[in-house]
């Protein structure tokens, strides 16, 4: 059965500093790419970032590129998203994907974390 928790959100003011955590289980974690989106009220779900699964190659949106950094460790079936300097902007449901290729793409989620920045 496949699992992914994600953990560290929270209300942080504007300019601080934040780090989600997402917790897998259930799949071969180091043979999936995985990837952080976020959905703010009203809005669809947008893409954040990426890793490979190796870890070896990353790319995030224009939006939060030099303030958001993913990364990976295959050790610990764990995925983080570093998020520095935060912006009110940023307020959304954080969502953790891994995806698959099993003949097909396959999609699994998190149930998300909620970031509020705020003062």
């Known amino acids: 059965q496949v699992q992914l928790v994600e953990s560290g959100g929270g209300l942080v003011q504007p300019g601080g500093s934040l780090k989600l955590s997402c917790a897998a289980s259930g799949f071969s974690f180091s043979t999936a790419a995985m990837s952080w989106y976020r959905q703010a009220p009203g809005k669809e779900r947008e893409l954040v970032a990426v890793t490979t699964p190796t870890g070896g190659n990353t790319n995030s949106a224009d939006s939060v590129k030099g303030r958001f950094t993913i990364s990976r460790d295959n050790a610990k079936n764990t995925v983080y998203l570093q998020m520095n300097s935060l912006k009110p902007e940023d307020t959304a449901v954080y969502y953790c994907?891994?995806?698959?290729?099993?003949?097909?793409?396959?999609?699994?989620w998190g149930q998300g974390t909620q970031v509020t920045v705020s003062s």
């Open positions: 994907n891994a995806r698959r290729w099993l003949g097909a793409w396959r999609d699994y």
